[in-house]
């Protein structure tokens, strides 16, 4: 399937060719009929015949618009997304101002293949025919039609509609088919409710496929995909490149409007304020600078905005520069997206460009942006990955946990911790005191050895080994000397590993828990009715300093109870 959009001056036969290929009148509503005229946006499909038979059959959508210079913001919203052109031309008036703004539009949309029809030229002979050929020609030179067929056709006799089938049938086949990104995205052209199933949008669906049930942000709203339809035909699911009507629980029809984006919330970052290029047309006969009410086209939206060029004060025709625009409402944009400037004021089609970033982080006066995603990292320094693609629409295997982050930033951050630990005590450094970032860093850092929560040069001693005051508490049994001067960190850190223990402000070697376990269990094998601090303090050999910590340690783990001025076996005494 490829979608293409008319374009070309008002009355110059654009629908009426649509009808001629499709048997579908382009022009749906009551007035359009009766005025002979288009005013918005008209849809229509066909399958192209083969013309030898190994070539596959053709589906071609249509999206019709209208030619009138009033009716322009709806022709905008026609060609986001769509493949291609069928650019009219009337043999009878020749090239008119829509036909030149309308090729400028599709040239900055981007729309980059199509053919030319001459139509009308039923109504001139051979030779004005091929003047206006030639006319035509000239005016498509430099831009993607510069090479483009251009078809003498007459959609009131039929004349050369065989050719130009066959001119479509190659274009279809030489325009490269919507990509699939798996990042589906459907600017909604119509809104309405369908009697019955609710809410239906339509729209040309670019980027990535879309399903039944699919949780989705319509124009800010979670809504449901209950149906899709292409062209009057039901699907489980669709692929980019086609006209799609989506049926969309979870909101009312009144909710949306043309100019939603449909998209995967998560994909997306929807933005009042991007840097873009900008290229102003040539034929603009005055600079744009940042006085002046302007709006933007972006996919099928149309949202006011203000300007501001970057590094500059002004563009001057035919120049292309760098903006800032401020928008009205979010959009959903990414870089590579295209839109078309105009301005308001003068209802001019000013010119358009391409969006460059979509959350800059420099100030105006400081940015100087580009579509490079390295760069829009190295501003940001670190970015979740799951952010990265939403901003840059490129996806990129975490650097570190599960953030991406810029060469600087990581060797900064790397530096930063380096510093930190060449201070710390000789413990090392505590791991809690660190953010997540320096943590992930730390944990990817050679040669640092992470034991008990803090983290040193894996060629650091572990100053707790052979520790004097740890030596000292293991000679001293039950009375152990007094732990002043030794460092407090360190002290924590030898209660934390279990190598002493800590009661009431004592610090015991392990072993004298042990003693004192051997000691209480002894003077209850004699004392069954529990015995005194006096006797357990005997037992021990210790002054009363050193039991009574001792026994509140027992009484804690279990191994005793106390009763009155006794202790007595508690649940946990050894047999
Ligand atoms: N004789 C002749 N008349 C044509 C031909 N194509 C279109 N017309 C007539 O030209 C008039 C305008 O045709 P449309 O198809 O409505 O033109 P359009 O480009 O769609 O106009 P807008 O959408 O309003 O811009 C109608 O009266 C058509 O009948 C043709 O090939 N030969
Ligand atoms: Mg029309």
Redesign the pocket.
Known sequence: MRVVATA??????????VRALTGTDP?RLEEERRR???IDLGFAHTTLPVDTPDTPATDLSFV?????VRFLRNMLAGVGGVDACLF?VAATEGWKPQSEEHLRILQLVGVAHGIVAL?????VDDEWCALQELDVRDHLAGTFLADAPIVP?????GAGMHHLRTALARLARSTPGAVDRGRPRLWVDRVFAAKGSGTVVTGTLTGGRLAVDDLLTAGGHDVRVRGIQSHGLRHEAIGPGNRVALNLAGVDHTELRRGDAVVRAEQWRPTQRFDATLTVLAALSHTVSRRGAYAAYIGSDEVPVRLRVLGRESLAPGSTGLVRLHLAHPVAVLPGDRFVLRESGRDETVGGGEVLDVAPVLPASKARPDRDPSRMLAERGWLEAAEFAALTGEERSPTIGRWVVAPEALAATEEGLRARLADAPALGLEVAALDERERAVLATLPGITVEGGRARPAEQRDPLADHPFLIALAAAGAAPPDPAGVDRGQLREMVRRGLAIERDGIVFHPAAIEAAVTAAAALLRRHADGFTMAQFRDELGITRKHALPLANELDARGITRRRGDLRIAGPRLPD
């Open positions: 070309g001056h008002v009355d110059h036969g654009k629908s009426s060719l022009d002979g005229l288009t019709d618009v209208p030619g009138h009219v139509t009308k030229a039923d109504l056709v007459s959609a009131t006799t």
